[in-house]
């Protein structure tokens, strides 16, 4: 067995992996790697696309954002489609001044993994069998790759492998508790080279089902439609969706909409799910490892930047200056903001959506608070707050 020292190992190499990785580099301390993907599939995954001007500032801090800053597409404002009609939420006057960045996950990804090749850093892909042992005390992280087997003896471990993961998994479920929404539906996704149908995101909530307009630059969009659970991606045709989605549109974006051969279609469920605490000893869980939230309020991938934006901070404080400050309010610091996400996007996924349990007395009360949030000043500044991102 090959036997590795490292101070931090990180299991799992999307967003928040990748990122945490970059900003011990950048704070010269030492951590390995260790993803059971190849890196072309951690590449190519196609998944978020907004940036809250927080991640922005994180990407810039960690050295990784020229492409965002040439590519990436500043959005002021979010449309709501409702009662037949849009509504502009001005997110930046709303909040001051700040704003979102359209700028896909796999562009992010694709960005943490050059930087970290051009710096030599050591990462294992394709890493099978992998564990992960005595976290309260001496951790430790084995694993297969190649036929070899490799043992990294470290001071913590980085939980960052997802919602499947085996960090989270690991823990004995008398120190876990977990709390959990399942939604009734999922979201078709579609993405296709066609020019957007509008220049800011529209969110759709119509009789026939939720609908999203999003896209990834002037040339590439993406849509999605609100579809029961049951529904399977085979028996969606580009037609049958570009005809559900002109459905759920209003006439002028029905007429501007442009269709196209799709490049991927997929169905996403939806789901709420929270880990308490989010530190284990000496494992660390973060990103999706610790959290899902419905994608409605685009907060998946963005949380996962807070929470390594916090562990970063914390090691950068142990490995500075000897403090353990940071460690022992890692969760705490995590879980507040994380709530807080997981309340937004629950809300936006219970108001934009159509449940089949809903009752013609909830069907109406939604309407009339959605139609309060959009005529009132302060409920259109909640939604513009908690939408740009609430601070660190
Ligand atoms: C289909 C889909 C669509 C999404 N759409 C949106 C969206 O529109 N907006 C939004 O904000 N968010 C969206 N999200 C959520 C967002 O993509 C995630 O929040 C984000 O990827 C979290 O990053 P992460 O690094 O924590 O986890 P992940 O991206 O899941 O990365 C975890 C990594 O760990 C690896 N791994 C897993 N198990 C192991 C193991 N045993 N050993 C080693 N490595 C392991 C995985 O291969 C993976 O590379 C979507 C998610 C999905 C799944």
């Not at 040439?70 to 001051?96: M, V």
């Not at 993406?222 to 085979?234: D, F």
């Not at 969706?241 to 799709?262: A, C, H, I, M, Q």
Request: net charge negative.
């Amino acid at each position: 067995m090959d036997i590795l020292k490292t101070k931090v190992a990180i299991i799992g190499a999307g967003p928040s992996g990748l990122l945490l990785g970059q900003l011990l580099y950048k704070a010269g301390i030492d951590h390995i790697i260790v993803e059971r993907q190849s890196e072309e599939y951690v590449a190519s995954r196609i998944r978020a696309g907004i940036l809250e001007q927080v991640t922005v500032d994180l990407l810039e801090q960690a050295g990784v954002d020229e492409n965002l800053k040439n590519k990436g597409l500043p959005h002021s404002g979010i449309e709501i489609l409702t009662f037949k009609q849009k509504h502009r939420i001005d997110l930046t006057n709303l909040t001051e001044g700040k704003q979102v960045t359209v700028y896909g996950q796999t562009e992010v990804t694709k960005d943490l993994m050059t930087a970290r090749k051009n710096s030599g850093l050591q990462s294992f892909y394709m890493a099978q069998d992998v564990r992960i042992n005595n976290f309260y005390d001496q951790p430790e992280v084995e694993f297969v790759v190649d036929g070899r087997a490799v043992k990294i003896e470290c001071e913590f471990i980085a939980g960052c492998d997802g919602y499947h993961g085996i960090c989270r998994a690991s823990v004995p479920s008398d120190q876990i508790k977990t709390f959990e929404k399942v939604y009734p539906f999922g979201w078709l996704g579609i993405l296709a080279d066609v020019p957007p149908v509008s220049d800011e995101l529209i969110y759709v909530q119509s009789e026939r089902g939720f609908a999203l307009c999003s896209m990834r630059s002037h040339t590439r969009s993406r849509y999605y439609l609100q579809v029961p659970l049951t529904e399977k991606v085979e028996d969606w045709s580009d037609e049958k969706f570009w005809e559900e989605l002109k459905n759920r549109l209003d006439p002028e974006s029905r007429e501007k909409l442009v269709t196209g051969e799709s490049i991927e279609k997929s169905i996403a469920p939806l789901r709420s799910f929270v880990t308490e605490p989010m530190r284990f000893g000496k494992l660390f869980l973060a990103g999706d490892a610790a959290h899902i939230v419905p994608p409605t309020g685009a907060k998946g991938l963005n949380l996962a930047a807070s929470d390594i934006a916090y562990l970063s901070q914390a090691l950068i404080e142990f490995y500075h200056d000897g403090s353990e400050k940071g460690i022992n309010e890692y969760s705490e610091k995590c879980l507040k903001r994380v709530w807080k996400a997981e309340r937004f996007s629950w809300w936006m996924t219970h108001l934009l959506h159509r449940f089949e349990t809903e009752t013609e007395f909830e069907h109406k009360i939604k309407q009339a608070e959605l139609s309060y949030i959009l005529d009132s000043q302060a409920g259109r500044t909640t939604l513009a707050e908690n939408y740009v991102g609430l601070p660190y």
